[in-house]
C-alpha cells in the first residue's frame, strides 16, 4: 500500500482550464502539505494541513484553493490555469513534530 | 540568498569514493532533513536530525547546532547512489520544511 499517493502523475492541459491534484496518506499523520518544484528542482512550501485546518499559506496566488475534507486527503484545485503553474506538485504528510516526513510521487503538471 | 546553501550543487565521483555534501542554514530550526530525489523524481527523507550524528548504512548525517551546518557523507559510493540530495530545515510549529537548492551526485564506475 502506498503510504502518501497523489492523482493524476501527470497532467496536460490548456490554460485558463481548471484542474484539481489529489491526495491521500494512509499514515495515521497530522499534518499534510503542498509543495511545488519548479523548473531548476527548486522545492518550495506552498501550504500546510493540521488536522483539516490550514496553518500554512505561503503568498500563493488565490488560484491555488486546498480542500481537505478530512485529515489523510489534501486536494489541490487550480483555477483558471496560466503556463508558468507547469512544474511538479508534491503531497507530504508527517507527524506533528516533523518525523516520518513522507513524500508523493509527484504529479507533472504542463500548461500549454 | 537562500535560508539554506548546500555545496556543491554538481558532484561527480568515481565508485569506492567517499563523499560529502555540506549544508549550512541562517534560520532557526528544530530539526534538518536529508533528502533524496532520484532521476524518477521521488522524494525520500534518509535522515532527519536535530543534533549529533546518524548513521544508516553508508550513510551518515552529521549536525553543528551552534555552527548552524549539517553534512552528508557516502562511503564506498556506487552508482546507484547518484541521486540530487537536498537538506531542508524544518522550522516552526508548523513543521514546514525550507529547503536547500539540491547537490546533484553522479557516481560512475
Known amino acids: 500500500d502506498t503510504a502518501v499517493s497523489q492523482t493524476p502523475k501527470y497532467l496536460v492541459t490548456q490554460m485558463g482550464n481548471d484542474k484539481s491534484i489529489k491526495c491521500e496518506q494512509n499514515?495515521?499523520?497530522?499534518?499534510m502539505y503542498w509543495y511545488k518544484q519548479d523548473s531548476k528542482k527548486f522545492l518550495k512550501i506552498m501550504f500546510s494541513y493540521n488536522n483539516k485546518e490550514l496553518i500554512i499559506n505561503e503568498t500563493v496566488p488565490n488560484r491555488f484553493s486546498p480542500k481537505s475534507p478530512d485529515k489523510a486527503h489534501l486536494n489541490l484545485h487550480i483555477n483558471s490555469l496560466e503556463l508558468g503553474d507547469s512544474a511538479v506538485y508534491f503531497c507530504?504528510?508527517?507527524?506533528?513534530?516533523?518525523?516520518?516526513?513522507?513524500f508523493g510521487s509527484g504529479t507533472r503538471l504542463t500548461v500549454v | 540568498k537562500n535560508e539554506v546553501e548546500q555545496s556543491p550543487q554538481n558532484l561527480t565521483a568515481q565508485e569506492g569514493e567517499f563523499i560529502t555534501i555540506n549544508c549550512s542554514y541562517s534560520v532557526g530550526i528544530s530539526a534538518l532533513h536529508w533528502l533524496q530525489q532520484h532521476p524518477g523524481g521521488g522524494i525520500v527523507s534518509l535522515f532527519m536530525?536535530?543534533?549529533g550524528k546518524k548513521k544508516h548504512g553508508r550513510l551518515i548525517a552529521t549536525i553543528n547546532i551552534q555552527e548552524k551546518h549539517s553534512s552528508l557523507h557516502i562511503t564506498a559510493s556506487h552508482p546507484r547512489d547518484s541521486a540530487v540530495y537536498i537538506c531542508a530545515a524544518l522550522t516552526g510549529t508548523a513543521s514546514k520544511l525550507t529547503f536547500g537548492t539540491g547537490t546533484r551526485l553522479q557516481v560512475t564506475l
Open positions: 536530525l536535530s543534533s
Open positions: 499514515l495515521g499523520h497530522d499534518t
Open positions: 507530504a504528510s508527517s507527524q506533528d513534530s516533523g518525523h516520518g516526513y513522507t
